[in-house]
């Protein structure tokens, strides 16, 4: 199945500072999401993004299928941005449907 | 809006106990799924559902079974719970396919003593 990898595993920042996450995949996807894990464990979902540049608010992405990686970008970083961030990919393999996760990269913002 | 809402937040359950998660979606999607979420193991599929009344195994479906007999529900059950089924489980949900956007409900923590 595909492998989907994330970097860096955490990253620890001031509040206003940009980031920069990364997402690597083996294959190539149908889709490709980000999402945002609160502390509360719900996963929030960010972008559904398979190919292309997206932007909400401060936050913006961008996957280059061809190259197979995916990039979340958050500016002026604030301490609600805290929590885990993944991303999931797709590739059909045999009729199962499932997306594959990333191992997440844990942000931090201190105020 | 999409919205996957989940019976419980928070369950606290005895050894060997039978246990239902119930998980509602509002969206009319043909595919559900059971995760759970444990540290340093990261998300696994337990089970899903692609249509009413089938089913496909996840990775990890021992000690856990299904059940949807309506398109918008989707019940995970415990037969006999066991200390190491603790764990954060998680339901989604998506229109068939595989290649669309899926969506998360809140989570149930489920500690089993």
């Known amino acids: 199945g595909i492998q989907v990898e994330q970097s860096p595993p955490d990253l620890i920042l001031q509040e206003g500072a940009n980031s920069t996450l990364r997402c690597n ?9 980000w ?12 972008f559904y993004i398979p190919s292309g540049t997206k932007q909400n608010g401060r936050l913006s992405a961008t996957t280059v299928a061809t190259e197979r990686y995916s990039l979340l970008y958050i500016s ?14 797709f590739r059909p393999n ?14 931090t913002i201190i105020p | 809006d999409v919205k996957v809402t989940q019976s419980s937040r ?7 106990e039978k246990v239902f998660l119930e998980c ?3 969206m009319d999607h043909e595919n559900m799924f059971w995760y759970r979420q444990d540290p340093g193991l ?3 599929l337990i089970y899903f559902s ?5 089913k496909e195994k996840g990775d990890i479906p021992e000690g856990y079974s299904v059940s949807r007999e309506k398109k918008e529900r989707f019940s995970l059950i415990l037969e006999s719970a066991s200390t190491n089924q603790t764990s954060m489980y998680l339901c989604a949900s998506t229109l068939a396919g595989g290649a669309y956007e899926q969506y998360f409900g809140p989570g149930t923590r489920l500690t089993v003593t």
Not at chain 1, 76 to 89: M, P, R
Not at chain 2, 50 to 54: A, H, L, N, P, S
Request: charged fraction near 15%; aromatic fraction near 14%.
């Open chain 1, 25 to 33: 995949f083996s294959d190539s996807v149908n889709n490709l999401q």
């Open chain 1, 35 to 46: 999402f945002h894990q609160n502390p509360w464990g719900q996963l929030i979902n960010l």
């Open chain 1, 76 to 89: 002026s970083s604030q301490t609600t941005d805290s929590g885990v961030y993944f991303c999931a990919a």
């Open chain 1, 94 to 107: 045999f009729g199962n449907e499932k997306l594959t996760f990333g191992t997440g990269t844990r942000l």
């Open chain 2, 10 to 16: 928070y369950l606290v359950k005895r050894t060997g």
């Open chain 2, 24 to 26: 509602v979606q509002d």
């Open chain 2, 42 to 44: 990261g998300l696994r």
């Open chain 2, 50 to 54: 692609y249509d009413v009344k089938m």
